[in-house]
């Protein structure tokens, strides 16, 4: 048996499949995150441990004693990473990917730091959103602290640690800390170290494959977990990469869009074709070859989930009562609205935007609303603008050279709603492939557990491991109204930009 973790921003899932990707057990643990701010966005470590330790035990209950080959854990990207202190205690809150804080330290490094250089080093840019930034904020703004730390260290890498005492970080992990990484020497950057003022001592020395084991693990979580003292401990990856390797994903070309809380979207080239509007590292299979290049929206499923949980107390209270989904129940008000809601556009920046656009002072819009709307529209409109926010990104990789099949797999929560799956296809232009079970990164988890215990020798087995329902092809005449909706959506976020500034600006002050 194989288990494959995933540590998401919302909740972590694990999944047991046996030797040929057969499922065998499922188990999930709901949580949040903490606001304390305006666009700050945290979450303590204790948390995440609990959580996997919880969705282990229960996985083996489920699947009953079977021997397990390995685990492998990937996580939600952990922006600075937790903060540690010498004896490997949390010293705050980790500063996740969602939080955009660093302004002032994101625009001291446009400044300060040949950007130009940052990218040719990186391949990334400069933004509230990387890890990097976050880390300058915390020298800056809690020196106390500063001088107690020992080590960043990433969500899943986090709980790595504490299972098996080995610290390490997986080639995704560390460059999607932005800023640090060589890209295509897969080492940190001695050079950018300096250039930052953020000393190399602070980041795992170790660096791994994905499908590396890390260590073993200890006799303290194996009581607590029921798993065998020894089992390897694989050091996965960054989630959305993962669940990209969960549905095949291999060569140049083939893309996926992973909907989760937020969105990212994604495709593997040879490294020639990073960008500075998009985020690149290293794939977590064929690492030393093939670079990963996404973009992402930094609130997807969680702009849907606000709704619900705001517009939505009568279905929330039914699905208590029947368990049948409060979204199923508002899909049904929004399946007949049509393209455009009725002439309604959502800008879905509801904690700043990440890329194509890159502005932490972005705001959530609701744009067009009349008397003749009903909560039906405004839901759809909802889907609608994450929509729109992946084919801006999409577009971003187009215009850099990226060549991309006509089908797009997608994974994530959006991949059960048919209604959700229609609206991207549709607004893409591009088909829409789903997978007949959805097991997202966890399955990519299970596999890289395979590849690191020798169980698999070719990243390409897990081919025979995927079934697929017929792909979601779009609709002309709807993307021909899409279409037009969509320049609307871009020249209503370059029109509010200056007065989203100013709304910023006031709620920080």
Not at 308 to 332: C, N, P, V
């Amino acid at each position: 048996m194989l288990i494959g973790v995933d540590i998401g921003t919302g909740g972590t899932k694990a999944l047991a499949v046996d030797l040929k990707g057969g499922i065998l057990a499922e188990s999930s643990c709901e949580y949040g995150v903490l606001t304390p701010a305006p666009s700050w966005a945290e979450q303590w470590p204790q948390v995440w441990l609990e959580a996997v330790v919880a969705v282990l035990r229960d996985l083996l209950a489920k699947s009953g004693k079977r021997e397990v080959e390995g685990v492998a854990i990937s996580g939600l990207y952990g922006g600075s990473g937790i903060p540690l202190d010498a004896s490997g205690a949390p010293l705050r809150p980790c500063m996740i990917w969602m939080d955009r804080r660093a302004r002032r330290q994101a625009q001291w490094v446009r400044d300060n730091v040949s950007v130009d250089r940052l990218f040719a080093v990186t391949g990334n840019a400069v933004d509230t959103y990387y890890g990097f930034t976050k880390i300058l904020w915390m020298k800056e703004n809690e020196p106390e602290l500063w001088r107690k730390v020992w080590q960043f260290v990433s969500p899943k890498d986090y709980v790595i640690y504490k299972f098996t005492g080995e610290l390490a970080t997986d080639y995704s992990s560390a460059g999607n800390l932005g800023g640090l990484l060589d890209i295509r020497k897969k080492a940190w950057s001695a050079e950018m170290s300096e250039a930052l003022g953020i000393p190399l001592s602070l980041l795992p020395s170790r660096l791994t494959r994905s499908s590396e084991v890390v260590g073993v693990l200890n006799r303290e979580f194996a009581e607590v977990t029921g798993l065998p003292t020894g089992t390897p401990i694989v050091a996965g990856g960054v989630d959305a990469p993962v669940a990209q390797f969960s549905c095949g994903v291999l060569e140049a070309g083939e893309h996926v869009v992973m909907a989760g809380t937020s969105l990212c979207w994604g495709t593997v080239h040879d490294g020639r074709f990073v960008s500075p509007g998009l985020i690149s590292y290293p794939y977590v299979v064929n690492d030393e070859t093939t670079v990963y290049t996404f973009g992402g929206g930094a609130t997807s499923g969680a702009v849907i989930r606000w709704f619900r949980d705001e517009f939505a107390g009568g279905e929330k209270e039914l699905q208590r009562r029947t368990g049948l989904s409060a979204y199923k129940m508002l899909e049904l008000e929004a399946r007949n609205v049509g393209p455009g809601s009725g002439g309604l556009i959502v800008l879905p920046y509801f904690m700043g935007e990440r890329s194509p656009i890159w502005d932490p002072d972005a705001r959530g819009t609701v744009f067009g609303l009349s008397l003749s709307h009903g909560r039906g529209h405004v839901f759809c409109a909802c889907m609608e603008g994450v929509a729109y926010s992946l084919r801006h990104n999409i577009e971003a990789a187009e215009a850099a050279g990226l060549k991309l099949d006509a089908d797009c797999f997608m994974v994530g929560g959006s991949a059960r709603s048919d209604v959700w799956t229609r609206i991207f296809a549709d607004v893409t232009g591009y088909s829409m492939k789903r997978l007949a079970v959805d097991a997202e990164a966890p399955l990519g988890d299970a596999f890289l557990a395979g590849l690191g215990t020798g169980v698999f020798s070719d990243p390409a087995e897990i081919r025979r491991w995927l079934r697929f329902d017929d792909p979601v092809r779009c609709d002309d005449k709807n993307h021909k109204i899409y279409s037009r909706y969509f320049e609307l959506y871009k020249t209503l976020y370059e029109r509010t930009r200056e007065c989203m500034g100013e709304i910023a600006e006031l709620q920080r002050s």
